[in-house]
T-cell receptor, first 111, second 115 residues
Framework: SQELEQSPQSLIVQEGKNLTINCTSS?????LYWYKQKYGEGLIFLMM?????EEKSHEKITAKLDEKKQQSSLHITASQPSHAGIYLC???????????FGKGTHLIIQP | DAGVTQSPTHLIKTRGQHVTLRCSPI?????VSWYQQVLGQGPQFIFQ???????GRGNFPDRFSARQFPNYSSELNVNALLLGDSALYLC??????????????FGNGTRLTVT
């Protein structure tokens, strides 16, 4: 089974609407990272969360890490075409070298 | 400032051949990591190097090897290529090995196609 589960797998949202993407782990996360990827390109770092209950915002994107440090959400307010892409969560998991990534959420913004 | 640069951007190889991918980290970053991303999946960790030493290895066969040079650039080598090695290979750099204040910064990747 996937160590990091992302939901939904894909999302089609009308421009201007809000949306939320979730990332869940069965293990306690040492650190949780959100990245955005344009199709076939590299990953762009968005935010990093470390502490339980932590919340960070950048422009219209807010990310939260729950108190137990096993689930994170990424919320986009008033979505724009520039938000379209693949959103990936990555985490430092106990006993693992490197970051473990989820499969990604494909976000499409409809005008 | 230049970000992480990778070369080549695209590569087509035949089964059984070997390939070398190259990566230059962000200036000042001493750690380089390699990831493989197969279509429709998230990146999978292959290697991490820090100060020219291997500091982490993912679940990949011995056909995969890497090294880091004194200028902190890195090479990923794959021998005896298989069709399943077709993927986007991503290089990432960071200031240190595993500091929670040092996120990974990725290059645009090398798209490897094995025929």
């Amino acid at each position: 089974s996937q160590e990091l589960e992302q939901s939904p797998q894909s999302l089609i949202v009308q421009e201007g609407k809000n949306l939320t993407i979730n990332c869940t782990s069965s293990k306690t996360l040492y650190g949780l990272y959100w990245y955005k990827q344009k199709y076939g390109e590299g990953l762009i770092f968005l935010m990093m969360l470390q502490k339980g209950g932590e919340e960070k915002s950048h422009e219209k994107i807010t990310a939260k890490l729950d108190e137990k440090k096993q689930q994170s959400s990424l919320h986009i307010t008033a979505s724009q075409p520039s938000h379209a892409g693949i959103y990936l969560c990555g985490a430092d998991l106990p006993g693992a070298d490197g970051l473990t990534f989820g499969k990604g959420t494909h976000l499409i913004i409809q005008p | 400032d230049a970000g992480v640069t990778q070369s080549p951007t695209h590569l087509i190889k035949t089964r059984g051949q070997h390939v070398t991918l190259r990566c230059s980290p962000i200036s000042g970053h001493k750690s380089v990591s390699w990831y493989q991303q197969v279509l429709g999946q998230g990146p999978q960790f292959i290697f991490q190097y820090y100060e020219k030493e291997e500091r982490g290895r993912g679940n990949f066969p011995d056909r995969f090897s890497a090294r880091q040079f004194p200028n902190y650039s890195s090479e990923l080598n794959v021998n005896a290529l298989l069709l399943g090695d077709s993927a986007l290979y991503l290089c990432a750099s960071s200031l240190v090995v595993r500091s929670y204040n040092s996120p990974l910064h990725f290059g645009n990747g090398t798209r490897l196609t094995v025929t």
